[in-house]
């Protein structure tokens, strides 16, 4: 107990000394640019590319040099500053960029440089890269392989200010109380109140011997998404403006989307423009509302009397099972009285909440899982309750709250199956939960491997047990699992609407696709090491790192909000120690490993079909013009299963350094989400 307690303390001051260090440093600020706007598409090049443009004036002491360059993930970029043939500043910024920018630090330039060349190279990449900019006379556009672009590419220079986040405190609180419910200094003080709660109630969780409750981790992660969902200016969740769509077209009409276009009602269009959401999203540079004259012009359009029905058009969302938005109809109807603005943000409540069932849900399968540890299981649910990926995506409307949460529910369902027999009670448990994430979202269907895979496993374990119920058990999960869906299928049939619109266009598409093996090798790519023989379809990227580790230590926002690159190389130290702690406590726990075999068999079943079926999609979009569909977040109804090697690595200590080891993975944990607060604060409002 009092190594933890150390350990804690330590810890803090870490954390604490780091935050200050961090405040006290000028954030980089827009020095200059070259004057060009970004509109046009100049050039697309498939990478291991380049290009020069000259006369660019570069301000002193410029630190990083902003290149408006567009695809789904970014290969390496370098870029080299030169001045009358001479070298005046380099650096590189490695893979795995988004958005529409990349932002590449260099070597501070100690004097300005007026005339000076400025040219950047491309590596390989996993899709087309778009040079954007504006056009001009050949003279003066950038130049790639000898020939003139068809004109100069936006550049912009970033300096570190001369104020540090300290000073600039109060016009980051005053910017944040822009474009949201209500607005003023309420807003900032209730996400200031929030965050405090959050970080009170780890502490205390840590100090008291990490007690097992699982009710105050869920209060955690509830607050820690009520949070984020501040933070996140309406609609900069992703996806969010065809989901809040889906929703207002249920609430208003009755009825679901028809399209997948983008015209929303024109109540949600004027809100779109009042937050200049098309110049914010996907553009890093372009903060949000920042001044009282766009409030006032935001108050103005949110005071129209707008059509809410709009002509059933969703976006992405509407091909979607309806449950969430069902749901979500709840809240927007509290709202109704109020603006657009109002009703996000008591949906985006709903979210939160949600999260908070994801970390209960997660400490209940952590505890059937690690029966034995009880201070783990706390390890384990914080682990989920201070996810930043997990708390921004519940502090939002987006169905994939609900689709985590039911998710854990299910996981909770099937261990305490492989704990206590597959009795018909439980079974219920496990049908209902697989319906509720049938009718949640299309993605769901890659955890069905998995389920079917354990009722077949514990069947014959009931059967071998001598249960007579087995059969009837079974009978029960199938027919709760599959009623609700055979019924939403049918309205579907004879409506319109395609049943699953998503799964039919998917198979639709796969006549335009390549082989099989085509197929299996870009799913295997897409997670693992390219296998000798294998057509390279992730040119210059480490897939493991580049997307996943990196996506989920900090990719936020519509992917256009990260940390500086040095931050994912720094986490790989503590990701790693974890990580072997987690296996040294399975090889401590080889002979149980080996008698429940079936139970994790069914684990990485449920893991194997959710990779699977987001490899498979992204895979469609490749061959197509998609592009692709491989977010972090898209693996997040998994969590469950990370906080259970959280736990472990805790217990992979040793018998005398566990707790000390479970608190200081707890707190490196609140740290994360902290600095991904910051970093969100510092991209819209800084």
Not at 564 to 585: E, K, Q, S
Request: proline share 6%.
């Amino acid at each position: 107990m009092r190594r933890a307690q150390i350990t804690t303390a330590v810890a803090l001051i870490l954390a604490a000394a780091a935050l200050c260090v961090t405040l006290s440093r000028s954030p980089l600020s827009l020095a200059g640019t070259n004057g060009v706007t970004g509109a046009a598409r100049l050039a697309t090049t498939p990478g291991n590319s380049s290009a020069c443009q000259s006369g660019e004036a570069l301000p002193r002491g410029t630190t990083a040099i902003r290149l408006s360059l567009e695809t789904v993930i970014g290969p390496w970029v370098r870029v080299r500053v030169s001045e009358h043939g001479r070298l005046l500043s380099a650096g590189s910024q490695t893979a795995g960029w988004a958005a529409g920018a990349v932002t590449v630090p260099v070597g501070r330039l100690a004097r300005a440089a007026p005339a000076a060349t400025v040219c950047f190279s491309l590596g390989p990449s996993y899709k087309v890269v778009s040079l954007l900019g504006e056009q001009s006379a050949p003279a003066r556009a950038a130049v790639a392989r000898g020939k003139p672009l068809a004109g100069r590419v936006r550049v912009e220079y970033l300096a570190p200010g001369r104020r540090s986040w300290w000073s600039r405190a109060s016009s980051v609180v005053e910017h944040l109380g822009f474009g949201h419910a209500g607005s003023g200094a309420a807003i900032p003080a209730l996400a200031a109140a929030l965050a405090v709660a959050v970080i009170a109630l780890t502490v205390w969780l840590v100090l008291g011997g990490l007690v097992a409750n699982c009710w105050i981790c869920a209060l955690v992660a509830l607050l820690n998404a009520a949070c984020w969902s501040i933070l996140t200016p309406p609609f900069q969740v992703p996806d969010e403006p065809a989901h809040f769509a889906y929703v207002q077209r249920l609430a208003q009409t009755g009825t679901l989307p028809s399209s997948a276009g983008e015209r929303y009602s024109a109540e949600e269009r004027a809100a779109l423009s009042g937050l200049n959401s098309s110049a914010v999203t996907l553009e890093p540079q372009v903060p949000s509302l920042s001044s009282e004259a766009e409030q006032a012009e935001l108050a103005s359009n949110l005071s129209l009397a707008l059509d809410r029905r709009g002509d059933g058009e969703a976006g992405v969302a509407a091909s979607e099972p309806p449950l969430y938005y069902a749901l979500a109809t709840i809240p927007y109807g509290l709202g109704s009285s109020g603006t657009v603005l109002d009703r996000l943000a008591l949906m985006r409540l709903l979210s939160a909440v949600l999260a908070g069932l994801t970390a209960l849900f997660a400490f209940l399968f952590i505890r059937e899982t690690l029966p034995s540890s009880p201070w783990s299981w706390t390890v384990g649910a914080l682990g989920v309750a201070l996810a930043p990926l997990l708390a921004e995506m519940s502090g939002g409307v987006n169905p994939d709250a609900l689709l985590y949460a039911v998710s854990a529910a299910l996981l909770y369902c099937l261990a305490r199956a492989f704990r206590r027999g597959l009795t018909p009670r439980v079974a219920a448990a496990i049908g209902l939960a697989t319906a509720v994430g049938l009718l949640t979202k299309v993605n769901f269907l890659g955890l069905i491997p998995g389920v079917i895979v354990a009722l077949a496993v514990l069947t014959v374990r009931a059967r071998r047990a001598g249960r007579d119920d087995a059969w009837r058990s079974l009978a029960t999960a199938s027919a709760l699992a599959l009623a609700p869906l055979a019924v939403y299928v049918a309205a579907n049939l004879l409506s319109d609407r395609p049943a699953f619109g998503v799964v039919a266009n998917a198979l639709s598409s796969t006549r335009h696709a390549g082989s099989a093996l085509d197929e299996i090798s870009y799913v295997w790519q897409l997670y693992l090491p390219k296998l000798p023989g294998m057509h390279s379809d992730f040119p210059g990227l480490v897939t493991t790192r580049d997307i996943w580790f990196n996506g989920y230590v900090g990719l936020f926002g519509w992917l256009d909000t990260m940390f500086p690159d040095w931050v994912y190389t720094v986490a790989l130290v503590p990701a790693a120690l974890i990580g072997a702690l987690c296996v040294r406590a399975l090889l401590a726990g080889r002979g149980t490993l080996r008698a429940r075999a079936g139970e994790l068999t069914v684990y990485l079943a449920l893991a194997a079909g959710l990779m699977a079926l987001v490899g498979a999609g992204s895979y469609l979009a490749f061959v197509g013009a998609g592009g692709a569909l491989f977010e972090p977040r898209y693996l997040l109804p998994l969590m469950p299963l990370l906080g259970a090697a959280l736990a472990l690595s805790a217990r992979g200590a040793g018998r005398r350094w566990r707790p000390a080891a479970g608190a200081a993975i707890v707190v490196l944990l609140l740290a994360h989400d902290v600095f991904a607060q910051l970093q969100v604060i510092a991209r819209y409002y800084g």
